[in-house]
């Protein structure tokens, strides 16, 4: 859907469809030189990162293959809990892998750090990360992040698999959710 669908809920949209794109498509030509030859094993981490992963596989000329993790860092809330539990793992043995990690978002860094140590623990070649925001905070915690897609301020955003209470990951920008849809104002 796009925004005219959530009239009100928004104060702004911070990036559209359209910049997604032409940002994918900046970052698959960084990614095909740098994993010329290679089989690389994209992680997807759910639910968040569906439309990052449908869009940048598709936009990368090499033989992929996804693997997806569902972890939750999150409550209902707008604020990281910093408790990372595992409720989906990998399907794929990560041994001797070239695994790039696919992020919706990086807010603290705690789920990513987390999530690094525990890859890195599978005997894989090499793990990196790719991320379609990063806010501010990320910057406190040591990850090493290889590919952003944007920085973006330190606002609530929702859209392209971002959600709040699981609505509007179908939204195709992104866009800042008004405090008064979750501050009860
Ligand atoms: P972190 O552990 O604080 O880095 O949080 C990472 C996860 O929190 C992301 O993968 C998202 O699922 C969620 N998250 C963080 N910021 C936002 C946001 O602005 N909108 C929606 N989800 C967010
Ligand atoms: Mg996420």
Same mark, same amino acid.
């Given at each position: 859907?796009?925004?005219?669908?959530v009239?009100?809920?928004?104060t702004? =949209? *911070?990036?559209?469809?359209?910049?997604?794109?032409d940002?994918?498509a900046? +970052?698959s030509? !960084?990614?095909?030189a /740098?994993?010329?030859?290679a089989?690389v094993?994209?992680?997807?981490v759910l639910?968040?990162?569906?439309m990052v992963?449908?869009?940048l596989?598709?936009?990368?000329?090499?033989?992929i293959?996804?693997d997806w993790m569902a972890?939750s860092s999150y409550g209902s809330?707008?604020?990281?809990?910093?408790?990372?539990? =595992? *409720?989906?793992?990998l399907?794929?043995?990560?041994?001797?892998?070239r695994? +790039?990690?696919? !992020?919706?978002?990086? /807010?603290?860094?705690?789920?990513l750090?987390?999530?690094?140590?525990n890859?890195?623990?599978r005997?894989?070649e090499?793990?990196?990360?790719l991320t379609?925001?990063?806010?501010?905070?990320?910057?406190?915690?040591?990850?090493d992040?290889r590919?952003?897609?944007f920085?973006?301020?330190?606002e609530?955003?929702?859209?392209?698999g971002?959600?709040?209470?699981?609505k509007?990951?179908n939204?195709?920008?992104?866009g800042v959710l008004?405090p008064h849809?979750?501050?009860g104002?």
């Amino acid at each position: 859907m796009d925004s005219s669908h959530v009239d009100g809920e928004l104060t702004s =949209i *911070l990036i559209t469809e359209a910049e997604i794109k032409d940002r994918l498509a900046e +970052l698959s030509r !960084e990614i095909e030189a /740098d994993y010329a030859g290679a089989n690389v094993l994209l992680v997807g981490v759910l639910k968040g990162a569906v439309m990052v992963m449908a869009d940048l596989a598709r936009e990368l000329s090499l033989p992929i293959t996804m693997d997806w993790m569902a972890v939750s860092s999150y409550g209902s809330g707008t604020k990281s809990s910093g408790v990372v539990r =595992i *409720l989906k793992d990998l399907d794929s043995d990560l041994s001797g892998r070239r695994v +790039l990690i696919v !992020e919706d978002i990086i /807010d603290s860094g705690l789920t990513l750090s987390w999530l690094l140590a525990n890859l890195k623990s599978r005997g894989p070649e090499s793990v990196e990360i790719l991320t379609l925001l990063r806010k501010p905070d990320a910057a406190k915690v040591d990850v090493d992040v290889r590919y952003v897609g944007f920085e973006i301020p330190n606002e609530f955003v929702v859209g392209y698999g971002l959600d709040y209470n699981e609505k509007y990951r179908n939204l195709r920008s992104i866009g800042v959710l008004a405090p008064h849809m979750y501050d009860g104002s």
